[in-house]
């Protein structure tokens, strides 16, 4: 038993090298996120590509969207109202769906992309094949758009999800909303407060009250967003239309 042992570790299994461990995080770059200037340089280096309107749309639509790769390579046209200007979201992991409003820039982009679209697919985003595309394709697709781009860190997808969270924080939407937005099961921000709150009544007892965003025109991100941090929240704006009015 001991000989097979020394000639099993002797030969060619014992003297196979392993794969490398994988690096942390940290060891790599130093956040996980990506800048409004490194998201504009990033679908700049898109547009430059074979297809670069397809590639370029998808930076664009990944980040206003905060979508995950297998997110966005399984959108559909039928997801898509371009009369209103809304997308049907469909997460993963649990998250719950939503319909998110569409900016004239990414409608303008997703009207080319349809009318350019050859062959014809259920999928908006799909290969010169006409195959849709994988996450594993857009992964080496973000990863080739960084080297292009001149970033001194590795890239990829996910990077676009965070950018649009910190966005969004820096802009003073408030945790409830972000969580929303992007449809978090679980929050991971450790948000102290529910999205149920009960206040209490001038009289005895409490009562429970949904509390709401409105949709804010004047945002410079999404143009038409869903998402407003409110003074007071267990109360409704006084506004005309409440249409508008999403409850958190």
Do not use: C, M, N, Y
């Given at each position: 038993m001991e000989t097979n042992l020394l000639k099993c570790r002797n030969g060619t299994v014992a003297d196979r090298r392993r794969p490398p461990h994988r690096k942390r995080n940290a060891e790599v770059r130093a956040r996980e996120y990506l800048t409004d200037g490194e998201i504009a340089r990033l679908i700049d280096a898109g547009g430059k590509n074979r297809y670069g309107h397809r590639d370029a749309t998808m930076v664009l639509v990944a980040y206003r969207h905060g979508l995950r790769a297998a997110e966005?390579?399984?959108?559909?046209?039928?997801?898509?109202?371009?009369?209103?200007?809304?997308?049907?979201?469909?997460?993963?992991?649990?998250?719950?769906?939503?319909?998110?409003?569409?900016?004239?820039?990414?409608?303008?982009?997703?009207?080319?992309?349809?009318?350019?679209q050859e062959p014809d697919s259920p999928f908006i985003f799909t290969s010169e094949r006409g195959a849709p595309f994988t996450p594993a394709g857009f992964r080496k697709m973000i990863a080739r758009l960084g080297v292009a781009a001149g970033f001194g860190f590795p890239v990829h997808p996910h990077m676009l999800r965070h950018a649009c969270g910190?966005?969004?924080a820096n802009d003073g939407v408030d945790t409830r909303s972000l969580q929303a937005y992007w449809a978090i099961a679980t929050s991971s921000t450790r948000c102290a407060t529910p999205s149920w709150r009960r206040p209490a009544s001038r009289t005895s007892g409490t009562i429970d009250r949904p509390r709401y965003t409105y949709a804010h025109n004047e945002h410079k991100f999404l143009e038409c967003p869903e998402i407003v941090l409110l003074s007071r929240p267990h109360r409704l704006p006084r506004v005309s239309s409440r249409r508008a009015l999403v409850p958190r």
């Open positions: 966005l390579v399984t959108l559909r046209w039928d997801a898509i109202d371009f009369a209103h200007g809304r997308l049907h979201v469909r997460r993963l992991k649990g998250g719950s769906e939503s319909v998110h409003p569409l900016s004239g820039r990414e409608l303008r982009a997703l009207r080319r992309l349809k009318r350019e910190f966005k969004l």
